[in-house]
């Protein structure tokens, strides 16, 4: 299974947190984030890390040309479009960007919400479904309601995200059986700031659950 640290900021834990088994590592490109980090703190992350992590950029609402940009100067592998974008813009996204894995994110608010996923699954790789929050667009540390997800099987592989935790994480996974997990503030002492024992605790609980 995937496992993805989103929100990393010091480069030092990137590679720490990598070691630890995590096969996917966030940047959050959003600026009103306090986990916000530039082009040049992305890159030197990125520069440190080996060839199989993959390094997603997170970005809601930016354009494609600041979307390309970014990936391009910062050596990024993914995109995760984690605002209101549109299948045509992830199509457009794609065009722009053909090789690098696009992952949409969606804040899921019901069931029929739960629904609009499948329109996307022609125009990105992967989805990941975070919980909603009326004024954060992520790393808010809610739950999704998981029973919601037990029937969920799209035609692409897909992320739990939101409310992660050492203590909730082998339940979660007992309930519903997503391609990757994602984890960000349930990890952190503060945000950004990642807390590398809860890391190592996540991996331990995943590994006895194996
Ligand atoms: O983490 C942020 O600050 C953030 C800001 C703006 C857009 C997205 C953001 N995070 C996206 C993520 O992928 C988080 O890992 C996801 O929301 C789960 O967070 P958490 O509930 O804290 O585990």
Redesign the pocket.
Known sequence: MRV????ITQPEQSIAIASLGATAL?F?C?P?????VTTSQIQAAVAQLPKNIDKIG???NASIGEIKQIVVDSGLTGV?L??DESPEFCDQLRQALPNIEILK?F?IRSLEHLETTADYVKYVDTL?L??YHPQ????????LDWTMLQQYSPNRPWFL?????TDNIVQALSQVNPSGI???????RA??DKDLDKVALLFERLGSRE
């Open positions: 993805k640290i989103c929100g966030g959050i959003v009103t984030s306090p986990r916000y997170v970005f809601a995760q984690h605002g994110a804040r990941l975070d919980a954060q667009l992520g790393g808010t540390g809610k739950t995200a939101g409310g992660l935790t994602d984890l960000s503030s349930g990890v952190e945000p950004g």
